[in-house]
């Protein structure tokens, strides 16, 4: 029964986009960065450092399978079917279209960029912003292009860290051991240039969470729902419509982004003239009783 509404809730058009966002991040990867022996961050710089010193044919479209679907797999509980699968389909593209751009297109991408040559700035520069265009898109539409974040999600509450924190750590970490195994530190460096995507994430909150306000005539329905998805708590409040005088309430809840999607396709199979608000949340606080 779970995996026909899983099923059920899948969108084309979210596929459609989900596979241009793949297409995209292995252009910035493996067009300007990768050739340059520069990392991206997360899981996609681990898969990069580690196809460059194994043997040839662990490529990195294999270790973008082999290290991100598990992280997916073990976030299902959490992060819901739906997304699981939006997040494996998004890496399959990813590695594929990294696969077709290395080892079958015309291109040659095995000593410099096609596009910038050697020059580390231009590809640090156009590779974070490409693949950084790449990774939005999945999360905008339900999807993600790393499984490092999600991993952030489930363990840094646990930790006493912020999200933010632990990916931050987590790509301090990649740059500093692959400084040590290149016994050089310009590549690392000019690779958190290409990772500066991330920037927005720790300015701004990389663990910023998302907060919902849902104007609702069948709060009870859309209240247990969520919690059901979610597991999440949620506050509701008393309104009334200034044109129609009708009495509803505001249900309002705090998720991560990628529950985002989820959370919108719940509230309208449950209440289709319902009105969402969503706003950044900058910091939670929980006090204990």
């Known amino acids: 029964m779970a995996i026909k509404n899983i099923i059920k809730s899948f969108k084309i058009t979210n596929f459609i986009f989900l596979t241009i966002a793949g297409i995209i991040n292995a252009i910035g990867v493996t067009m300007f960065l990768a050739p340059v022996n520069l990392y991206d961050s997360g899981i996609s710089g681990t898969s990069i450092l580690l196809s460059q010193i194994t043997p040839a044919y662990l490529t990195l479209s294999i270790f973008l399978i082999i290290l991100n679907v598990p992280l997916f797999l073990y976030g299902l509980k959490r992060q ?3 997304f699981t699968c939006y997040a494996i389909y998004t890496i399959s593209i990813y590695s594929l279209s990294a696969y077709l751009i290395t080892d079958v297109l015309p291109v040659d991408v095995s000593i410099a960029s096609p596009l910038a040559g050697q020059d580390l700035l231009l590809c640090a520069i156009f590779g ?14 339900g999807g993600a292009m790393d499984g490092i974040e999600v991993m952030a999600v489930i363990f840094a509450k646990r930790l006493g860290i912020t999200v933010g924190t632990f990916v931050m750590i987590y790509n301090i970490a990649l740059y500093v051991i692959s400084g040590i195994i290149l016994n050089s530190w310009i590549l690392p460096l000019y690779s958190v240039v290409a990772s500066l995507k991330t920037v927005d994430f720790i300015v701004e909150g990389v663990d910023r969470s998302k907060s919902a306000m849902i104007v609702t005539t069948q709060h ?22 200034y044109y129609s005088n009708s009495e509803k309430k505001v249900v309002y809840i705090v998720i991560n982004r990628f529950q985002i999607t989820k959370m919108k396709d719940i509230v309208h199979t449950e209440d ?14 929980m006090t204990q009783q």
């Open 128 to 141: 974070g912003l490409i693949s950084g265009i790449g990774s939005g898109m999945a999360i905008r539409f």
């Open 272 to 285: 289709p003239t319902a009105y969402i608000s969503i706003s950044e949340v900058a910091d939670v606080f």
């Open 220 to 241: 009870e329905k859309v209240c247990a729902a969520l919690s059901e998805e979610f597991g999440c708590g949620m506050t509701i409040i008393d309104s009334k419509g």
């Open 80 to 82: 819901g079917g739906t």
